[in-house]
């Protein structure tokens, strides 16, 4: 495995035709199936004249970090390319959950009892069940979101049993200033004991790391769009 990240291309195509090569190299070396990696370009700060390219191109899985950004931006899109799947993988506030569950297929995000409570309510109300994952804060940063490791299992038990919350996998952003690979499988070994599939890991810098330790999602936005 290279673990290099793809270099950053003038156009934003062509930046998700390297990092498709990348993942696929990955999961070679891995032993793993193309298939069982999701790749959701990150979208966030780039308007949609920037995204069509990408679209055009394949890619149908995105994200975004904020719900307000999203709201602006993608029904448009959604509404001309049927078919996009879109991620919240930035904080979610409590305020913000009603419309999180109307627009977002997948929330990467949850990570305290309120947003737990609001969004079991909207989902409840609006019937929609987007895909969810916990946010596990494994460096423990105060400035990070996220539960923290030795907290994960009891939160994930009440996010089922207490809130009736269909918990889909993990989700980690490793310190900056870290070697990821420890932090890719504690979330991997916390995942396993809970019987979580699903592993949101790794981005432009790392996804091939996570690659080897079993993320499923994957979340590039720089070695795709260029820098913001």
Request: hydrophobic letters at 45%.
């Amino acid at each position: 495995m290279t673990g290099e990240t793809p270099a950053v291309t003038a156009s934003p195509a062509g930046g998700l035709a390297a990092v498709e090569q990348e993942i696929a190299h990955a999961c070679r070396e891995a032993g793993r199936d193309r298939d069982s990696v999701t790749l959701i370009a990150v979208s966030k700060t780039f308007d949609a004249a920037a995204i069509e390219p990408v679209i055009a191109s394949g890619q149908r899985v995105f994200g975004e970090n904020r719900v307000q950004e999203a709201k602006a931006k993608w029904p448009a899109l959604l509404s001309a390319h049927p078919g996009l799947v879109l991620h919240l993988i930035g904080p979610l506030q409590s305020n913000k959950a009603r419309e999180a569950v109307a627009l977002f297929d997948a929330i990467h995000s949850v990570d305290r009892p309120s947003i737990c409570e609001a969004l079991a309510k909207e989902i409840k109300s609006q019937g929609r069940h987007p895909q969810l994952f916990v946010q596990v804060n494994t460096g423990e940063e105060p400035q990070k979101a996220g539960v923290a490791p030795q907290e994960a299992d009891a939160f994930i038990a009440a996010c089922r049993d207490k809130y009736g919350l269909n918990i889909s996998g993990l989700m980690c952003i490793p310190p900056v200033d870290q070697a990821p690979a420890p932090h890719f499988a504690l979330t991997a070994k916390i995942a396993a004991r809970n019987g979580l599939k699903n592993l949101s890991m790794g981005m432009s810098a790392d996804f091939a790391t996570a690659i080897q330790f079993g993320a499923t999602h994957v979340r590039v936005g720089t070695a795709i769009f260029g820098h913001r």
